[in-house]
């Protein structure tokens, strides 16, 4: 197998984006944007709901 070099590989992200919102907010962003969650700290549940509109011949993510 071929050495990988993986200087050729790396990706640069732009500094993340904190979002604190108050409970009962929503966010809505592009589902193509990198995007994850923080830990929750709290000893309660955190609900999220996600939905994907798409036309039927677009590949789903």
Same mark, same amino acid.
């Given at each position: 197998?071929?050495?990988? =070099?993986?200087?050729?590989?790396?990706?640069?992200?732009?500094?993340?984006?904190?979002?604190?919102?108050?409970?009962? +907010?929503? #966010?809505?962003? =592009?589902g193509r944007v990198l995007h994850g969650g923080?830990?929750?700290?709290?000893?309660?549940?955190?609900?999220?709901? +996600?939905? #994907?509109?798409v036309m039927s011949f677009i590949r789903q993510?």
């Amino acid at each position: 197998m071929a050495a990988v =070099d993986r200087m050729r590989y790396t990706v640069r992200c732009p500094r993340p984006i904190n979002l604190e919102a108050k409970a009962g +907010t929503i #966010s809505m962003f =592009d589902g193509r944007v990198l995007h994850g969650g923080a830990v929750n700290h709290s000893d309660k549940f955190r609900y999220v709901m +996600t939905n #994907s509109c798409v036309m039927s011949f677009i590949r789903q993510q």
